[in-house]
């Protein structure tokens, strides 16, 4: 039996991982496309200031049932983060009034939120509704119990909370995430932040391939990819082999086909990637699953300005403070209110880097590089410049997620939509078969991790699970023959 012809679709983590499984077990006729000039997808390590930064995956959450951890802690690679058991990160909280708001008040804020994101699963298989009414719900419930501040200002907070929570889900509104299908999600037991050093997440990829620590043993994974093909249809209409045609004209002729692109991508162009059509239980699933937008900014300052012992710097809005500085600014400058954080990078003297999200985090891959700047050196000075000496930002960089054409958003959530359509991971991450069985059209990454969506161990189990779903193919193939 001749081998395979074994095709990868993405040289992200789940398209890496299962290229490394299946020559680590012997299959040779291995080859990637990647439509970027690139690899790593939403791990996207670049230099900035005097170390580097991740434009996207940024840092490892747990260690219990973690691959990445179990993957780079042997090496020494990470270190542990500076925030409390929850992963907040020891932050400030400012008004646009210029005032430090008691660090008290918001200890007492999240300590409610944890309490609240810890929820027994029982609660939320009860509820109906979205998780936006859950957490606010239970929110004022603890809150009359602790009245840790005014009214209005525990209304601010809850506001910062929906956007700390928006950015984790990936969601433009903690009302689109369902309260009974956050129970699917598995968090990893251990510290939920672990950094890179000086290194950056694109290590995980050299680890993967065994190029880190040192090239002797490395698998010959980077000589099987093909850059700059954008896959424009999978034909896999013959049982015999599936052809597959590239934006430029270029065709291949394989066995199985592993597809890996993101959740974003398979939204936008199933319906004219692959002939003949997927079964309605597929698109139902890419349907029915949701992906939203995360966007990072990094600026760097001509020295650091902060306190030492702060981790980030947030910002709390009153309506009043919010409609004067629009009615300042114009409505043009309503993206800086959804930035809601700005943390203190690790392994740099002087970077921050602010966080927003949904149609904010959209709204601004449409403006410029020195627009973005300006906007974001105002609202510090807005809210920071009364208690601190801010320099104007050296330089920036900043990631694009919405409108980078391969990627098209952050990561995915199960929103209100996943529970009314009620799809399932499977029904994402089912193969395509002949008629005898044989998986030619396999599906990897986070979005089809049956609980470590959104992640990057999600994402490179998957491909690990497709890769062993081939190998197990054939090696009761061979016990057949």
């Known amino acids: 039996?001749?081998?395979?012809?074994?095709?990868?679709?993405?040289?992200?983590?789940?398209?890496?991982?299962a290229a490394c499984r299946l020559l680590?077990?012997?299959?040779?006729?291995?080859?990637?496309?990647?439509?970027?000039?690139?690899?790593?997808?939403?791990?996207?390590?670049?230099n900035f200031a005097d170390n580097v930064v991740d434009l996207g995956a940024q840092w490892v959450h747990g260690e219990e049932g973690n691959v990445v951890f179990e993957l780079a802690n042997p090496h020494n690679l990470l270190d542990d983060s500076d925030c409390d058991e929850n992963g907040l990160f020891k932050n400030l909280f400012a008004n646009a009034q210029g005032n430090i708001i008691p660090p008290e008040q918001g200890a007492q804020a999240m300590n409610i939120y944890y309490k609240i994101s810890g929820s027994d699963t029982d609660e939320l298989k009860e509820w109906n509704g979205s998780y936006g009414d859950f957490v606010k719900n239970k929110f004022y419930k603890q809150y009359q119990e602790n009245r840790f501040a005014s009214s209005e200002r525990a209304s601010q907070f809850l506001e910062?909370?929906?956007?700390?929570?928006?950015?984790?889900?990936?969601?433009?509104?903690?009302?689109?995430?369902?309260?009974?299908?956050?129970?699917?999600?598995?968090?990893?037991?251990?510290?939920?932040?672990?950094?890179?050093?000086?290194?950056?997440?694109?290590?995980?990829l050299d680890v993967l391939m065994k190029s880190y620590p040192s090239d002797e043993k490395k698998l010959p994974v980077m000589d099987r990819i093909i850059f700059n093909k954008e896959v424009s249809n999978i034909n896999y209409s013959s049982n015999d082999e599936i052809v597959v045609t590239t934006s430029d004209g270029s065709s291949f002729n394989v066995t199985h086909v592993i597809f890996t692109p993101s959740l974003g991508v398979l939204k936008n162009e199933y319906r004219s990637l692959f002939?003949?059509?997927?079964?309605?239980?597929?698109?139902?699933?890419?349907?029915?699953?949701?992906?939203?937008?995360?966007?990072?900014?990094?600026?760097?300052?001509?020295?650091?300005?902060?306190p030492e012992k702060t981790n980030g710097l947030s910002f709390l809005w009153s309506k009043e403070d919010k409609d004067a500085f629009l009615s300042e600014y114009g409505e043009d400058y309503l993206w800086l209110s959804d930035v809601f954080i700005f943390f203190v990078v690790e392994s740099h003297q002087s970077v921050l880097c602010g966080w927003t999200f949904g149609e904010s985090a959209r709204f601004t891959e449409t403006l410029t590089d020195a627009e973005v700047s300006k906007g974001l050196y105002t609202l510090l000075q807005k809210f920071y410049g009364k208690t601190y000496d801010i320099p104007k930002p050296a330089n920036l960089i900043r990631s694009k997620w919405y409108t980078d054409k391969h990627i098209c958003g952050g990561?995915?959530?199960?929103s209100m939509k996943t529970e009314k359509m009620d799809v399932k991971s499977d029904d994402l991450a089912d193969p395509i078969t002949t008629d005898i069985c044989k998986p030619v059209i396999l599906f990897a990454g986070e979005a089809?991790?049956?609980?470590?969506?959104?992640?990057?161990?999600?994402?490179?189990?998957?491909?690990?699970r497709e890769a062993e779903r081939l190998l197990d193919y054939y090696r009761t193939l061979k016990s057949q023959l």
């Open 448 to 464: 089809t991790h049956e609980y470590f969506y959104s992640t990057v161990h999600g994402a490179i189990e998957s491909g690990f």
């Open 24 to 46: 680590q077990k012997g299959l040779r006729n291995v080859m990637i496309l990647e439509a970027k000039d690139r690899i790593g997808g939403r791990i996207h390590t670049v």
């Open 411 to 414: 990561y995915s959530f199960r």
């Open 275 to 306: 002939t003949p059509s997927l079964l309605e239980v597929k698109e139902r699933a890419i349907e029915g699953f949701s992906i939203g937008v995360v966007n990072k900014f990094f600026l760097n300052f001509p020295y650091r300005w902060w």
């Open 160 to 204: 910062w909370i929906e956007k700390y929570d928006n950015h984790m889900q990936c969601s433009d509104s903690w009302f689109d995430v369902s309260a009974k299908r956050m129970v699917d999600f598995r968090n990893c037991k251990g510290n939920p932040a672990w950094n890179w050093k000086t290194k950056g997440f694109k290590t995980i």
């Open 1 to 17: 039996m001749s081998d395979p012809k074994i095709l990868i679709i993405g040289a992200g983590a789940s398209g890496l991982a």
